[in-house]
């Protein structure tokens, strides 16, 4: 998190683009490039997979081991092949039950090999027991790399709790299958499992391996219309039908397999026309017999009948108690599969049948086509893996989003970072630009100031004093007359108007103090000639400075003060103060001349002038003054 951003602010940048894809921000974060690659290559190979089926529920629902209070205590299932063989691999199928979800699958487990039944010696194929793991309802394909062994365990080293009992912990398998040379040898294997419950028809471990699962049938889905084989429609259960397939010429046999009708027009009726009692013979021999006892529905699931070492030409299945369709008893078969080196030899093979009833969708060319009634029947060990990569790459995809999204966080972390330090050197910049430019100003400023004094004082000086020597000669020469003497008097005071306005020309933006009360002792010395005068201010102080403006108007009130005695007052003595702290000036200006009437003021006094300059100031004037008592003008003002 960026520290100091609302967190607010973060959220909704995260929220607006996650959805995105992650490459407008791979140059602030060169690891979106590698995982938005990743990302684009899952879903291409995701696409090349099969989808996952529809779950299918059985009565059968697998294995279930026995409870237990803690949750590390290990449990195991251990199928025996019969004899040592080389695996191809091995898949475990979770276990469904009521949910169309997995039920009770370890997070923690390890899949091992021997040719020992106490596995002394082992081989460990899988070893899933330092992580949890959070099992969909989808296959677990291990592969075996032709690893020889006749014993396959399953050990859970987590298990999972209960449904609604936190404190009790149990595991469940749906199918356990171990392909070696095509085909699944763990059917109908013996299977030792310890602390295990049996609850028929639901919980077994027989149920482990008896071909039926959640999965269904192993098919690509198409739009042909080919149901399979359809029996003639009885009026008992109790009827006998029986279907065969000729094989040509009598062949080695590894499996028979029947393959559960599923019409498109019949979506909810899985194990459409699968026989409740029937036989399964090749030639003379009985393959298997359910003509005493009712055989389970399969649904959508294979029913594999294990035939090592047969050899025969024909496959005749035959029904002793037929399926109830609606109020009608019925045999179908979507399809019928013989097996020899992981081969299906029956496909296209010729097709008997005691009856049947033939449509488009239900002939004996349907039974033998390699479809089942939704698509075209695939290798079950393929199709299993294929599930099995689909579930790793659908858990990668989930992590990956998360990686991508955290790396765009990062991301939109680092552009607000750059944000923030592109805007504060905007700003930096911003403000040495100004600075810049307030430096440049001041120095055009100094430099105008410096024309200005200097033109002032060669110019206008220059002529001002040449017409005050003027006037002076002609004084001397004509004698006293009033004209020439105001001459002089104007050109003099125009001079030292001159001179103060040069000195508050020269001092810059913020002059001393100490710098107002010397241009005062000049303006004093030039306009009280004839008058006897001293000023009074603090020495030292080089400190304390004021404004410009500050300045020009109190050194003008004191020109106007000053030059009221020296035109008006009649005084023979002047006293000038001028002090100053906590940034408030204070100056006072008497004389002993004659005095005035202050209730009497006139603009020509100059009077309106001060006061205009005091209130300019932000300060305050007071005179005090009466006929024949001379004058005091008293000034505060403050600094700013």
């Known amino acids: 998190m960026v520290h100091g951003l609302k967190p607010w602010l973060l959220s909704f940048l995260v929220i607006a683009t996650t959805a995105q894809a992650g490459a407008p921000w791979s140059w602030l974060n060169s690891r979106l490039t590698r995982l938005d690659d990743e990302h684009q290559w899952l879903h291409a190979a995701l696409e090349a997979l099969p989808p996952m089926p529809v779950p299918q529920p059985h009565e059968h629902a697998g294995f279930h081991s026995g409870i237990t209070a803690q949750p590390d205590a290990a449990r195991w299932i251990q199928i025996d092949l019969g004899m040592e063989r080389a695996l191809d691999a091995v898949v475990v199928i979770p276990a469904m039950l009521g949910a169309a979800e997995a039920h009770g699958f370890p997070r923690r487990f390890r899949i091992d090999v021997s040719n020992d039944p106490l596995f002394a010696e082992s081989t460990t194929l899988l070893d899933q027991t330092h992580g949890d793991v959070e099992m969909p309802l989808a296959p677990w394909h291990v592969p075996a790399l032709n690893v020889k062994a006749r014993h396959v365990r399953f050990t859970a080293t987590k298990l999972v709790p209960k449904p609604r009992l936190a404190n009790q912990f149990i595991f469940c398998l749906g199918e356990l299958l171990v392909f070696s040379g095509g085909r699944n040898v763990a059917l109908h294997a013996p299977v030792l499992a310890p602390k295990s419950v049996e609850t028929l028809p639901t919980w077994s471990p027989k149920h482990v391996v008896d071909g039926c699962h959640a999965l269904g049938l192993p098919l690509r889905a198409d739009a042909v219309n080919g149901n399979g084989w359809h029996s003639a429609i009885f009026t008992r259960a109790d009827s006998t039908s029986w279907v065969c397939v000729d094989l040509g010429s009598v062949r080695d046999l590894d499996e028979i397999r029947l393959i559960p009708a599923h019409p498109r027009d019949y979506p909810d009726r899985f194990g459409f026309g699968?026989?409740?009692?029937?036989?399964?013979?090749?030639?003379?021999?009985?393959?298997?017999?359910?003509?005493?006892?009712?055989?389970?529905?399969?649904?959508?699931?294979?029913?594999?009948?294990?035939?090592?070492?047969?050899?025969?030409?024909?496959?005749?299945?035959?029904?002793?108690?037929?399926?109830?369709?609606?109020?009608?008893?019925?045999?179908?078969?979507?399809?019928?599969?013989?097996?020899?080196?992981?081969?299906?030899?029956?496909?296209?093979?010729?097709?008997?049948?005691?009856?049947?009833?033939?449509?488009?969708?239900?002939?004996h060319a349907n039974l033998v086509d390699g479809r089942a009634s939704a698509g075209v029947l695939l290798d079950e060990a393929t199709w299993l893996a294929d599930l099995s990569k689909r579930r790793e790459i659908e858990g990668r995809l989930a992590f990956l989003d998360i990686e991508i999204s955290l790396a765009i966080r990062?991301?939109?972390?680092?552009?607000?970072?750059?944000?923030?330090?592109?805007?504060?050197?905007?700003?930096?910049?911003?403000?040495?630009?100004?600075?810049?430019?307030?430096?440049?100003?001041?120095?055009?400023?100094?430099?105008?100031?410096?024309?200005?004094?200097?033109?002032?004082?060669?110019e206008i000086g220059s002529h001002l004093g040449s017409i005050r020597l003027m006037s002076e000669l002609a004084l001397r020469e004509s004698g006293d007359s009033e004209s020439l003497q105001e001459i002089h008097r104007l050109a003099g005071e125009a001079a030292e108007s001159m001179r103060g306005i040069i000195w508050l020309v020269r001092e810059g933006d913020a002059p001393k103090l100490t710098s107002l009360v010397e241009a005062m002792r000049q303006s004093a010395a030039s306009l009280l000639k004839g008058i006897e005068w001293t000023l009074e201010a603090p020495e030292g102080d080089d400190a304390t400075t004021a404004s410009l403006e500050f300045h020009r108007q109190v050194f003008l009130f004191f020109r106007e003060a000053v030059h009221n005695i020296a035109r008006h007052a009649k005084a023979t003595r002047a006293i000038l103060q001028i002090t100053w702290q906590a940034g408030k000036l204070r100056l006072v200006i008497k004389d002993n001349g004659c005095g005035f009437d202050v209730n009497a003021i006139t603009a020509g006094n100059g009077l309106a002038n001060l006061r205009h300059r005091a209130d300019t100031l932000g300060g305050t004037m007071q005179i005090d003054s009466a006929a024949g008592t001379g004058t005091r003008i008293t000034l505060e003002a403050p600094f700013s």
């Open 274 to 363: 699968f026989p409740q009692r029937f036989k399964v013979e090749a030639d003379e021999t009985i393959i298997f017999d359910s003509t005493t006892a009712d055989f389970t529905n399969p649904g959508d699931t294979p029913v594999a009948f294990p035939t090592p070492g047969l050899r025969a030409r024909r496959v005749q299945i035959t029904a002793t108690r037929l399926w109830e369709r609606s109020g009608d008893f019925v045999f179908a078969l979507a399809e019928l599969q013989a097996f020899a080196a992981g081969q299906n030899i029956a496909r296209d093979a010729t097709v008997t049948s005691s009856d049947n009833t033939l449509t488009a969708a239900w002939n």
């Open 410 to 458: 990062k991301a939109q972390e680092r552009a607000i970072y750059w944000s923030l330090a592109l805007a504060a050197l905007g700003i930096i910049a911003a403000l040495v630009f100004l600075l810049r430019l307030r430096r440049a100003r001041r120095l055009e400023m100094e430099a105008l100031r410096d024309r200005i004094s200097r033109d002032l004082h060669d």
